[in-house]
């Protein structure tokens, strides 16, 4: 019986090529700001069309300011690429969601957020944390530019297909651990390599029981395993959550697409080339400790010996020691937001520790909503009021501290506890040092001023 990826992936193949790669049929092609320019370059030196322009939704996202957004880019380094991108939208005739308008911000949050990302999908965009879409029971992942041009041409796209790894989390999660956390955890389990050539499905209990915003998460995270992408097959839960969205079918085609969407799922005797499972009673709120997600520990433990040049390197730049103890280290900044924890339930979670506190003098906070569509939800909630008299401002959408590519840098030698996906030397800004973290422990280290356990605030 075939696993669930190869279901999708069979369906979407345009042929096979004798010792070589498949051509594989794409659904959807997300454009960014910054890996299409070039792309677009080349359908224009070649005389071509954008073969299936309605499949095609293009985003600026990365070089996006957080704040005054409806003024002209102060920075032309990240003015270029969002103006080109619009340039490059109106000429091929493509769906372009621009800078302060209600469907803008970032791509990874909106497309499930429109209902453009849907099971048995493939999707791709030139951008690694594709595999977010995977939380819809598709197969989506990461390109690169020049086969960002390739779908523009053909919608089409030359990948060796991966091998298949199936990961099962059951068990019941406990306190003040997240869909966060479970990722971090399997991470510093199998490192950041253990799913190099693979293409993961979660599964278990516990994956289950993520809410939609959970997995979508955990997806995000695929990629800093080494994976290929990963995704969770599609359920009740999935389907109530696309329904009645901008761009999921309706009436009669709902119907249709719920019935096909049903049978997305791997068999009971589906064979995967590589089978992991984790009990949830052993996760505990993570956070890393070095300089790759895969270097995380459970909040509450101390920092392990260094085991070889590498970990001796990360502790010198993250300015740590072996022996030490995570909590209690000062705190300079905190980022709420990402592609990774940028949706509404990450404001819920931050909201719920914040209300009745006060954010500490010396932290400086941005927190940033993956969209619009959050922003409006945070207002309808009256988060904002309970996050505004702890003292935090929320920030308008975009990438914002996940990478130094907009205004919001952490200053060289600065600690940020980051909900973010990525803690690489210099990833939030030249010389900076990050905590990846889930919000709650995020919100904790923000209204304490240092590394705190968020279950002793909860």
């Not at 920075?75 to 991108?85: F, I």
């Not at 089978?275 to 509450?300: H, L, Q, S, W």
């Not at 993250?318 to 937001?337: I, N, P």
């Not at 308008?396 to 205004?407: R, T």
């Amino acid at each position: 019986m075939n696993t669930l990826f190869d279901k999708i992936w069979d369906k979407h193949v345009v042929q096979i090529i004798d010792d070589g790669p498949t051509q594989l049929y794409i659904d959807r092609l997300y454009c960014h700001e910054v890996t299409s320019p070039q792309a677009f370059e080349g359908m224009r030196t070649r005389g071509l069309k954008c073969f299936r322009p309605e499949k095609i939704f293009c985003m600026p996202d990365h070089n996006t300011p957080t704040h005054d957004q409806d003024k002209p880019i102060a920075d032309p380094a990240s003015r270029k690429p969002v103006e080109t991108l619009a340039k490059n939208a109106e000429e091929f005739g493509l769906t372009h969601f621009g800078m302060n308008t209600p469907n803008n911000g970032v791509i990874h949050v909106v497309g499930p957020e429109l209902g453009l990302s849907l099971p048995g999908m493939t999707i791709v965009c030139g951008d690694s944390h594709t595999s977010t879409h995977g939380a819809m029971g598709a197969v989506a992942f990461g390109i690169g530019t020049s086969e960002v041009e390739m779908v523009l041409a053909s919608q089409c796209i030359l990948q060796a297909k991966p091998r298949s790894m199936r990961i099962r989390v059951n068990g019941t999660l406990g306190k003040g651990v997240t869909a966060k956390d479970v990722a971090l955890y399997i991470m510093s389990k199998i490192t950041t390599s253990g799913a190099t050539g693979y293409f993961i499905e979660y599964a278990g209990s516990a994956v289950e029981a993520l809410s939609m915003e959970g997995r979508l998460t955990l997806c995000n995270l695929s990629i800093e395993m080494g994976a290929r992408g990963g995704f969770i097959a599609p359920d009740e839960k999935t389907f109530e959550y696309i329904k009645g969205r901008p761009y999921a079918p309706q009436g009669e085609d709902w119907e249709k697409a719920v019935a096909y969407w049903r049978t997305l799922k791997s068999g009971d005797d589906a064979v995967f080339d590589k089978e992991v499972e984790f009990d949830a009673a052993d996760i505990t709120p993570m956070i890393t400790y070095g300089t790759n997600p895969g270097m995380g520990i459970g909040i509450d433990k101390s920092i392990p010996q260094a085991q070889n040049a590498s970990d001796e390197k990360a502790l010198a730049y993250m300015q740590f020691t072996s022996g030490e103890k995570m909590t209690g280290k000062k705190v300079d900044y905190v980022f709420l937001g990402a592609c990774t924890n940028g949706r509404i339930e990450d404001f819920r979670a931050f909201a719920s520790i914040a209300k009745g506190r006060k954010k500490a003098e010396d932290v400086v906070a941005w927190l940033v909503p993956g969209s619009w569509h959050v922003t409006k939800q945070i207002k309808e909630e009256g988060l904002d009021r309970i996050l505004e008299e702890a003292g935090f401002e929320i920030r308008q959408p975009g990438c914002s501290a996940c990478l130094a590519m907009n205004d919001d840098k952490v200053p060289a030698g600065k600690l940020c506890v980051s909900t973010s996906n990525r803690n690489f030397e210099g990833r939030q800004g030249p010389g900076s040092r990050t905590c990846l973290a889930s919000p709650l422990t995020a919100a904790a280290a923000a209204v304490t001023g240092v590394i705190t356990d968020p279950r002793t605030l909860l």
